[in-house]
Nanobody
Framework: QVHVVESGGGLVQPGGSLRLSCAAS????????MTWYRQAPGKQRELVAG???????NYADSVKGRFTISRDNAKLTVYLQMNNLRPEDTAVYYC????????????WGQGTQVAVSS
C-alpha cells in the first residue's frame, strides 16, 4: 500500500508564502513523477506543477514565476514553494505520485488546505 501525505497548508495573507510538502512511502517501485494539483470550491481539479524523475518541471501559467517545485529523491518527497500568494490560489492542494515498473499506477494524497485572505 502506497501512502501519500501532504502537509504545510494554512492561512496566509496576500503576498505571503507557504511551502507544501508531499511524502510518499510504502513502495519499492520507482517514482516517475510527482505532481501538485489544486481544487477550489465549485471548480475542477487543476494541475499546478509537476516534476519527473529526470527533474523536468512544468507549471500552470497562473503560477509561473511564483511557485517552484522541487524534490528530494532520498526522502521520496516533493515540495511546492509558493510565493506572492493571491486569493485565487485558495484551494485544497493535492499531491499525486506516479509509480513506474512494476506498479504503473498513480496515488493521491488527502490534500492540504491553502487559504489566502486578508
Amino acid at each position: 500500500q502506497v501512502h501519500v501525505v501532504e502537509s504545510g497548508g494554512g492561512l496566509v495573507q496576500p503576498g505571503g508564502s507557504l511551502r507544501l510538502s508531499c511524502a510518499a512511502s510504502g513502495s519499492s517501485a520507482s517514482i516517475t513523477a510527482m505532481t501538485w494539483y489544486r481544487q477550489a470550491p465549485g471548480k475542477q481539479r487543476e494541475l499546478v506543477a509537476g516534476i519527473t524523475g529526470g527533474d523536468t518541471t512544468n507549471y500552470a501559467d497562473s503560477v509561473k514565476g511564483r511557485f517552484t517545485i522541487s524534490r528530494d529523491n532520498a526522502k521520496l518527497t516533493v515540495y511546492l514553494q509558493m510565493n506572492n500568494l493571491r486569493p485565487e490560489d485558495t484551494a485544497v492542494y493535492y499531491c499525486k505520485v506516479d509509480l513506474g515498473w512494476p506498479t504503473w499506477a498513480g496515488y493521491w494524497g488527502q490534500g492540504t488546505q491553502v487559504a489566502v485572505s486578508s
